[in-house]
């Protein structure tokens, strides 16, 4: 947990260790591989690299929360960027939360995004708490001198809370990620889906906003804790494969003791195997990939359902 004003850094230790990862055999050993598919599923899946945008800003998250042996409760996302969050405009609905006025958007989920500048950064609580002031009045930003992502961290959290996952900055390298979809039928022409990536980021950017659904489930996935969500219809499963990668699954329409075996059946190789087993080319570039894991929707715009789809209603500079 982060005490007083000590800002944890993407590569310090204690981000690392927040979720319980162990180090992979090989640095190079970070290309995702499916284990065996449910029937149903194409026999080959679609492999490629997610790229992050590169018109978004520098920026970092973290999670905070309820710590428990098997559970993280009241989960909120707090993530930090030198630009206003897109979606943020002079309409914005504004509410006033431990003394600090702040821009509301509300997912579809039940879930919202309070965005406020402080110290010349832009800070975002995703939360579902129905009156998150004190987590807000306990943040601590200072905007990096360097043009860089800004540092956060947290003084005075409200009593029982602490950081679950340390503040990293957000991936902003390609990452390796393989889709696999059931077959469509004309009754179902979107069918069941899973999708696995490794990211540079950490726990908190692998996450994402679905990270504040309130409850994080805590399991083992080969010797490493991993992170469970679940919406209802999809899941997501997050876990720590190395130094600052962070591997991530996702499914929709599957259950959670069916996510959490294909989680288990994900292996680790190197990217010239990873490329053979999907005949991905050397000369192929990484192309932008939306997947389930892997939300297009910007920091501060409203999110469907676990964050996987659009907002229900129109909102100025988000998708």
Known sequence: ALIGLVFLRQGDPATRTAAGGVEPAAESAIYPVLGELPPGFVASPDASFAVPDPTNPPAVAALVGRSGPDRW?????????????????????????????????????????YSWQDNGVWVTVTTRAADPGGLMLAVRVEADPESGPPRL??????????VLAGATDLSTTPSPMVLAVEDPSPGNPQGR??????????????????GATGTIDLID?????????????????????????????????????????LARAVTFVDEAQWREIYGVGPGMPPVPTTTLLTSPTPEGCPTGTGGRSGPTTTVPGCP
Do not use: C, Q, Y
């Open 73 to 113: 409760t009241a989960v909120s996302r707090v993530s930090a960027m030198a630009e206003k969050p897109a979606g943020v405009t002079d309409e914005t609905d504004a509410v006033t939360l431990g003394g600090i006025t702040a821009a509301r958007l509300i997912n579809d989920d039940g879930s919202a995004h």
């Open 221 to 261: 996935i080969n010797g490493a804790t991993a992170l469970v969500m679940t919406d209802g219809r999809g899941s997501h499963v997050v876990w720590t494969v190395g130094d600052n990668l962070t591997a991530g699954l996702g499914t929709f329409e599957l259950s959670v003791d069916e996510t959490i075996d």
């Open 193 to 210: 889906m899973v999708s696995v990536e490794v990211s540079s980021g950490g726990i908190a950017d692998a996450v994402g906003a679905p």
């Open 153 to 162: 961290g947290f003084e005075g959290l409200p009593p029982g809370f602490s």
